[in-house]
């Protein structure tokens, strides 16, 4: 019994003999099946031909990925806390390297995750830091490795402790959240919830970024009314590098005015 990852989406799936004839997370229109064919490996093959980058991606927050870069290129922030760590999202690959480096950081304490493009292999980092996984309960069905150390939260947030909230927005996935961490001035961990745009100035809220379908208006508004309550400087997204150091509240609340004037017509030529 193996769990296979799709290479597609870096999603690892339950225990199986044979690989399954499909990813669950490719197939939805949120994604998109490999267009040679869908395609698996699993952690132990990674492990040979793969690495985990690490990079600061800003104050006690450290950028980890997969080199070279593979499936979607997710990066997983690991938030360095008085209470201990919390790692933000997840990746594919856990290396001996890394795991070594964050036991050496006190380990994690807790894994929280945006939304299932972000799920990987989130079940092998839980067994080896022995800390639970927290999944908000409206994106259960796309937990495809169900697992004791995956917990559902409910609600519209739920608090991690050392300052950090977790806080369900909704829009791209149901259950799509972002971790908000207090302290200087605040920053929201957003997955793509709110995906950084180029620019470095705004952000965007779709139902399908691969695919471009957008969402309407409500969603918009409550994905940003979820965060209104919320203070935050900075936003830090799902990529490399994809982060707003300044006026994030404020980006959120023009971004969402945006999108809203944009499907109402306010653009059309
Ligand atoms: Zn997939
Ligand atoms: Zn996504």
């Not at 490996?41 to 990925?65: A, D, M, Q, S, Y």
């Not at 969402?215 to 508004?221: H, P, T």
């Amino acid at each position: 019994m193996q769990a296979f990852i799709c290479t597609q989406c870096g999603t690892q799936q339950a225990e199986t003999e044979a690989a399954p004839e499909r990813c669950p997370v490719c197939v939805d229109e949120r994604q998109y099946v490999n267009p040679q064919g869908q395609q698996w490996t699993t952690h132990e093959r990674l492990r040979r031909t793969h690495r985990n980058g690490v990079r600061t991606e800003g104050p006690g927050v450290l950028g980890i990925g997969v080199e070279p870069q593979m499936a979607i290129g997710q990066r997983a922030l690991l938030v360095r806390g008085a209470e201990g760590n919390v790692l933000w999202d997840c990746v594919p690959l856990l290396d001996e390297g890394v795991a070594e480096m964050i036991r050496g950081l006190g380990g994690l304490r807790a894994i929280a995750v945006s939304h299932p493009h972000f799920h990987a292999s989130m079940v092998d980092w839980a067994h080896a830091f022995g800390c639970p996984v927290y999944v908000h309960a409206g994106n259960r069905e796309w937990v495809l490795r169900p697992d004791p150390a995956v917990r559902y939260w409910e609600g519209e947030t739920m608090a991690l402790g050392g300052g950090m909230t977790l806080v369900r927005c909704g829009g791209h996935f149901p259950g799509s959240a972002v971790l908000h961490h207090a302290g200087d001035g605040g920053a929201i961990l957003a997955g793509d919830t709110v995906y950084v745009n180029p620019d470095g100035r705004t952000v965007g809220m779709m139902y399908s970024f691969p695919n471009h379908v957008p969402l309407s208006a409500g969603a918009v508004r409550r994905v940003a009314g979820a965060l209104e309550p919320f203070a935050f400087r900075r936003i830090y997204g799902a990529w490399w590098g994809a982060v707003i150091e300044d006026g994030g509240a404020e980006v959120v609340r023009r971004s969402a005015e945006r999108h809203v004037a944009a499907i109402e017509g306010e653009y059309d030529a």
